[in-house]
């Protein structure tokens, strides 16, 4: 399954940024909810472990999530009960126990039937489509570390599996705001990191969105402000997309204001 092995090199690309900074620096928070990169690592490797368990071990999984459901209800939080279960595990040691357990989990997910239906704290999903999430999420969290070391990402054409979520999740962007999705949905004209034309959906009445497909990705899993962007956005629909685009889970969040999330940051 390319995806897992997509998944696997988002990761090492992620590994290579932070495999040398001390536990001092891993303390550094980012623009990202004050988040230390030591948030944003323990967050990855703990949700990559829920999703290892829904591939091989359905009632671990179950367990795992009715405890994370207690913990909601007893009033704490996903960073506290993510804390709690890290039970201290930070610095290097994090970054090693992250790097051993993704490679692992890539190489499972590699061999695993992609049709198969997995259990998730939402409805059941595809084993393809669970690893196209969490290398979505290892490339979205992954960027507030790239924009808090000064660090310019260099994209492959990995990226069309976001594009892909992205574009699927235009209802989705609406139902969770219970909003009705407008129609047409926007055409999408994206430049690959390769240089290839991505287009998606039908044109019509004008409506398009146009420009890198990374940037498209920047938009959609809310890293980025469209306004710290240069894709060409064109129609009420693909405007209205566009200000609270949302291809994760969860409520509704809104986008990072305009210029508080950029490299340097």
């Not at 695993?112 to 409805?123: F, Q």
Request: hydrophobic fraction near 40%; charged fraction near 25%.
């Amino acid at each position: 399954m390319q995806q897992a092995q997509d998944f696997r090199d988002e990761s090492e690309k992620l590994h290579q940024l932070v495999a040398t900074l001390s536990d001092l620096d891993l303390e550094r928070k980012t623009a990202f909810k004050g988040w230390t990169i030591n948030n944003v690592l323990g967050h990855l490797h703990i949700w990559n472990y829920a999703a290892d368990l829904s591939l091989n071990d359905e009632a671990a999984l179950l367990k795992y999530l009715e405890s994370l459901g207690k913990h909601s209800a007893e009033g704490g939080t996903i960073t506290s009960f993510e804390d709690k279960w890290l039970d201290g595990l930070k610095g290097q040691a994090l970054v090693g126990e992250w790097l051993k357990f993704f490679r692992e989990m890539a190489g499972r997910f590699g061999d695993a039937d992609p049709a198969a239906r997995l259990k998730w704290a939402g409805p059941d999903m595809s084993a393809r489509s669970s690893i196209t999430a969490r290398l979505m999420e290892t490339w979205a969290h992954g960027q507030a570390v790239y924009d808090l070391l000064g660090e310019v990402r260099v994209n492959s054409d990995a990226v069309r599996n976001i594009v892909v979520l992205g574009n699927n999740t235009y209802g989705w962007t609406y139902s969770v705001r219970g909003e009705v999705p407008p129609e047409p949905r926007p055409c999408l004209k994206l430049a690959a990191p390769s240089g290839d034309l991505w287009t998606y959906n039908e044109p019509g009445d004008g409506e398009l969105i146009e420009g890198l497909a990374e940037e498209f990705c920047q938009v959609v899993t809310q890293v980025r402000n469209i306004a710290d962007t240069n894709l060409k956005v064109t129609g009420d629909n693909a405007r209205d997309w566009m200000s609270k685009a949302q291809c994760f889970a969860g409520g509704a969040h809104a986008p990072p204001e305009a210029g508080t999330r950029k490299t340097g940051v």
